[in-house]
C-alpha cells in the first residue's frame, strides 16, 4: 500500500471540503492504522462544517466519527485487535485518553482526533476501534459507530422503559432510528412520532408504529395528550434543536422523564421554568446513549440484522470520497436520510 491517504479535509468553515492526499505517519504507541471501507455522516460533522461549533481553533482538520474497516498496522501496546481484523470505529471511546495524531499536508500538519473517517485509510486510537460483530455487514456495521448505539443505548441503558409507558419520540434522524428499533425490541408500542418528513414517517410505519404528528405548535400537543388521554412517561429528543427540547419538556408528565442526545449549536440555550424541576421532572442529557461498544454493540448489531431488508433500502445510495461534498448538501437540504461513503481502494 501507499504511505499516503486520500482525505476529505476541513480547511474553511462553511466551506467544501477539499480532498487531498496526506502522508500517512506510522501508528504510534496505542494507534492502528485501518483501511476504511465505509464511513456515514453524522449531523454533529455538519455543525462543525458550518460554524455550530467551537472550532475554529482546529482548523485544518480531519472529520468523520463513525465507519468500518480493516487493521492494517500496528502501534505498540495494541492488543485488543490484530492485523486483518475487520473493525468498527467509533467515536464513543473505551478511555478517557488521548491519542491525536496530525497528518503531513505540503510541509504542513492536519489535525485530527482519537478517530477520523473522511479518507481510505486512517490513523486511529486503539481505544476507539471494536472488532465488527458477525453476522453484520460492513455497510450496515457503520451504524453502530454513532447513531444506532447512542439511540439505542438512551433506551436500553439509560432509561429502561416499561412495556407500558407511554412514549414521544421527537424526530427521526439517525439517533431517532436507533432508538424506535430499541422501542421495538422491547416490543414497545405506545409511541407517538414528532416528525414531518415523509421518508422518515415511512421508515418509522415500516417498523410498524402509526401515530405521528408534524410539529410542535399547540393542535400538535392536543393530538398528544388525545392519544395517550394524558401527557406522556417519557420524550426522547433527537431533532435537535432548542425549540423541540423545551417542546419534549412540557409535554411529559409531573413524574415524567425527558432524555435528550440532541445538541443544538453552541451558541443556544434552552429555557426551562423552574416549576418544571420542581414538579418532579426529570429532564437528562445523554452521551452516546451510556454505550459500552465492547459489550453493546453485539446487542445492537442483532436487531440491526433483523431490520437488515428496510435498512439497507434506507441506507441504499452510496458516495464515492470524491462525491462527498455533493453527499453533505444533501444530507444538510434533508435530500438524504443519512449519506454512505463507500470508500475506493
Not at 482525505?7 to 468553515?13: I, Q, S, T
Not at 510541509?107 to 486511529?124: A, E, L
Request: charge should be positive.
Amino acid at each position: 500500500m501507499s504511505n499516503k491517504t486520500e482525505a476529505a479535509v476541513l480547511f474553511k468553515l462553511n466551506s467544501n471540503l477539499k480532498l487531498v492526499k496526506l502522508n500517512l505517519p506510522e501508528p504510534s504507541k496505542n494507534q492502528v492504522l485501518v483501511k476504511i471501507y465505509f464511513s456515514s455522516i453524522c449531523r454533529s460533522q455538519l455543525m462543525e462544517i458550518y460554524s455550530g461549533r467551537k472550532n475554529k481553533k482546529w482548523i485544518p482538520h480531519m472529520l468523520g466519527h463513525e465507519g468500518v474497516g480493516k487493521i492494517i498496522k500496528l502501534g505498540t501496546g495494541v492488543k485488543n485487535v490484530k492485523i486483518g481484523d475487520n473493525v468498527v470505529l467509533t467515536w464513543i471511546s473505551l478511555s478517557k485518553r488521548k491519542s491525536n495524531s496530525k497528518f503531513k499536508f505540503n510541509d504542513k500538519y492536519i489535525n485530527s482526533g482519537n478517530v477520523t473517517t473522511f479518507s481510505n485509510y486512517s490513523i486511529v486510537s486503539k481505544f476507539n476501534v471494536i472488532k465488527k460483530p458477525k453476522h453484520i455487514s460492513n455497510k450496515l456495521a457503520v451504524l453502530l459507530g454513532c447513531c444506532i448505539s447512542t439511540g439505542s443505548g438512551m433506551v436500553f441503558n439509560e432509561t429502561n422503559p416499561k412495556i407500558s409507558s407511554k412514549i414521544v419520540l421527537i424526530g427521526l434522524g439517525g439517533v431517532g432510528l436507533g432508538i424506535l428499533l430499541a422501542l421495538k425490541e422491547k416490543n414497545i408500542n405506545s409511541v407517538f412520532i414528532v416528525e414531518k418528513d415523509k421518508k422518515k414517517i415511512k421508515i418509522a410505519k415500516n417498523l410498524g408504529y402509526k401515530n405521528f404528528t408534524s410539529g410542535i405548535n399547540h393542535k400538535d400537543k392536543k393530538n398528544i395528550l388525545k392519544f395517550f388521554k394524558s401527557k406522556a412517561d417519557i420524550c426522547y429528543e433527537s431533532a435537535g434543536s432548542v425549540n423541540t427540547i423545551e417542546f419534549g419538556i412540557s409535554i411529559v408528565k409531573s413524574s415524567g422523564h425527558i432524555h435528550f442526545a440532541s445538541h443544538p449549536e453552541s451558541f443556544k440555550k434552552i429555557k426551562i421554568f423552574p416549576h418544571e424541576i420542581i414538579s418532579g421532572k426529570k429532564i437528562t442529557g445523554s452521551w452516546g446513549g451510556s454505550c459500552n461498544p465492547k459489550l453493546d454493540f453485539k446487542i445492537y448489531a442483532k436487531f440491526i440484522v433483523k431490520n437488515k431488508k428496510l435498512l439497507n433500502k434506507v441506507f441504499e445510495k452510496e458516495y464515492p470520497l470524491k462525491n462527498i461534498n455533493t453527499a453533505i448538501k444533501k444530507f444538510k437540504d434533508n435530500k438524504i436520510f443519512r449519506p454512505i461513503i463507500k470508500m475506493q481502494h
